[in-house]
């Protein structure tokens, strides 16, 4: 089915930063403007652009199909073409609902945090883009246009995480992020040539794709598959290619939300579900996948469990969140993949805005010890903080215990027990640097008297509203073994390979093990943290708060190899081999040139005698040859 409403999913935010930008250009060139103006834009277009995917998903949900509008062909050579074609099928209308509806909460949250900041129109332009650049890569019907998307949310994490680009900390910040990601874009774009090359025509929609997989060799879509995989990595902080989500915390706490929440890092997941018939055919490295979202869970959670530093215990959360999804997507449960990166975007949204509440209310402070050492009353924020760490830890019944139970299940019964124990291990040190970071923060004793301070019903409202998805998303999906539909799985049933079919039994046994896993971290970090005395820090020193040293370990094989490459380049290849041979070839053609010039010297006799010379020459040239 065809409707023209897709386009304007994308548009309506796009317009926003369209217009946003020419107006803060028009305020510093011309006069200054109303930063309502900028906020009325800034937060009603994502709005709207929400009503229009709310209109898609109810006439698909009713009339059971799906929809996609061609807007042009954009290109078209010999064998090669590429449509400018959006596609809505029940997976991008999944993802479109929350991405914008998640990510409307956060401009409104914005609103309040960037109050009367210099560059607040600017900040809502990249914002807007930022949104519709999520929305691009989520509706496309082909990987082309999926791949502009990919580099439209690439671009706007740069602009925005640098945004205070006066700090050289922070461009740096924006620079790491901006490099890594290539890495993994290059690996996404070679899987796509690859992919092109191993179905053998140019007709790239993911439909045609899928229809054609079994012209391809094996190799080359293992190939692809990889190569693919490698951008997912880079987009969606994967081992190896995990170290500039932390440092992307330099950017505006609103920043961190609506990356880790509704754009950017789900990114990944996405394009591996969009690929999902691929995947499929090669479970070898669907496997792989599996385990180095494994890897990069227990990993990112180790890491976590020393920061002191309250955003970064949020990225690296948010890390470790990412490599449960891609177990279960990497498992073929794709739905379970998807269905936690719906209900992480509720409460890891809100976590981060109750970070910034926080950090707004303590004058930018982000060590945690230091905050609980100037606690502050903050009640709509303490609540809404300890409602987001019981549902990222797998209480029930807060949402995240429905959406990690359900991946977890699915490790078990595949008979991948080493990934299932790793993500039990996981659980455990999620609920303990959570509950650590909350006991910090709100109930460890405090010599110094609480003071309320007031924080912007834009600040506070979008929390709520979130706080209720936190705790009330998990029934979208509500297990069968409780009487649900489970609904989430139902309308992802095309993606999956793979379906939960273990008896009942053994389910509740898993679950009472992942209940008794995070409330024994939570009862440690309890234990631990409730009664800490927040003026005596924890050391920073270590191999884990250090994070393993991987940083150091990058920045000497890769950046300072690649210094003393590039000096080589300069001081030796291009200025003694290459610039000297050149140079030395010149140089003696300049020699050679004086010593010629020599012979011009203006003098009438000297000519003469050259010219005698060379008449004589020719005589005797004569006489010997022609005998005359």
């Known amino acids: 089915m065809h409707t023209n409403l897709l386009v304007f999913i994308i548009l309506a935010p796009l317009v926003g930063a369209i217009l946003n930008a020419g107006l803060y250009f028009y305020s510093i060139k011309k006069r200054k403007l109303s930063q309502n103006i900028f906020a009325w834009i800034g937060t009603v277009t994502p709005f709207i652009a929400f009503l229009f995917t709310l209109t898609i998903f109810l006439e698909m949900y009713s009339s059971g199909t799906t929809v996609s509008q061609n807007l042009f062909t954009w290109l078209k050579v010999d064998e090669l073409t590429i449509e400018m074609k959006l596609l809505g099928d029940n997976l991008s209308i999944f993802m479109s609902m929350f991405v914008t509806f998640v990510g409307w909460l956060i401009h409104i949250y914005a609103v309040g945090y960037m109050n009367k900041d210099e560059g607040f129109g600017k900040f809502f332009a990249y914002f807007n883009l930022f949104l519709a650049s999520m929305l691009i890569l989520v509706l496309a019907d082909n990987p082309i246009i999926l791949f502009i998307g990919w580099e439209g949310v690439g671009v706007c994490s740069y602009l925005l995480i640098k945004f205070y680009y006066d700090n050289p900390e922070n461009v740096m910040a924006g620079n790491k992020a901006f490099i890594v990601n290539r890495v993994g874009d290059f690996g996404f774009i070679l899987g796509v040539i690859t992919l092109f090359f191993a179905i053998g025509q140019g007709n790239l929609s993911f439909d045609s794709i899928e229809a054609n997989l079994g012209n391809a060799s094996t190799e080359l879509l293992v190939l692809s598959g990889i190569l693919l995989f490698v951008g997912a990595m880079g987009k969606s902080a994967q081992i190896p290619l995990y170290t500039w989500l932390p440092d992307a915390m330099a950017g505006p706490t609103p920043i961190s939300a609506l990356i880790h929440a509704a754009t950017m890092v789900t990114a990944g997941i996405y394009m591996v579900a969009r690929f999902h018939f691929l995947y499929t055919g090669i479970e070898e490295i669907g496997t792989f996948i599996a385990y180095i979202g494994a890897f990069s869970a227990l990993l990112a959670a180790i890491i976590a469990t ?170 979208l999906n509500f297990p069968a073994i409780f009487g649900g539909e489970a609904r989430v799985d139902l309308w992802l049933a095309q993606l999956n390979s793979e379906k939960i079919h273990m008896s009942h039994v053994t389910e509740y046994i898993l679950m009472i093990a992942s209940i008794a896993v995070a409330a024994a971290g939570i009862y440690a970090a309890y234990k631990k943290y409730a009664k800490y005395d927040v003026y005596q820090p924890e050391s920073e020193e270590g191999l884990i708060a250090n994070k393993f040293y991987v940083d150091e370990a990058y920045d000497k094989i890769f950046v300072q190899t690649a210094k003393k490459l590039s000096v080589f380049i300069d001081k030796v290849l291009d200025m003694k081999i290459i610039d000297g041979f050149i140079m030395g070839v010149c140089n003696e053609f300049i020699n050679v040139g004086q010593k010629v010039s020599t012979s011009q010297n203006s003098n009438v006799r000297f000519y003469a005698t050259f010219m005698l010379i060379g008449m004589s020459c020719i005589f005797i040239y004569l006489y010997i040859t022609l005998g005359l």
């Open 306 to 475: 020393r920061q002191q530093d309250i955003k970064k215990i949020l990225a690296y959360s948010t890390m470790s969140q990412l490599g449960y999804m891609f177990i279960g997507v990497g498992l073929g449960f794709y739905s379970s993949g998807l269905f936690h990166v719906f209900t992480h975007a509720f409460f890891k949204a809100m976590l981060f805005m109750g970070a910034g509440g926080m950090i707004m209310a303590l004058h930018h402070e982000q060590n945690i010890f230091k905050m609980a050492q100037h606690r502050v009353q903050l009640p709509i924020i303490s609540f809404c903080m300890l409602v987001g760490v019981i549902a990222i830890s797998g209480i029930p019944p807060f949402s995240g215990f429905f959406s990690k139970d359900a991946i977890l299940a699915a490790a078990f019964q595949e008979g991948e027990y080493l990934i299932w124990l790793i993500g039990m291990g996981t659980a455990f040190l999620t609920a303990f640097y959570m509950f650590r970071m909350y006991f910090i923060l709100f109930v460890a004793p405090n010599k110094k008297i609480a003071q309320y301070t007031y924080s912007p019903k834009t600040v506070t409202l979008p929390m709520l509203v979130l706080s209720i998805g936190a705790i009330l998303a998990g029934f």
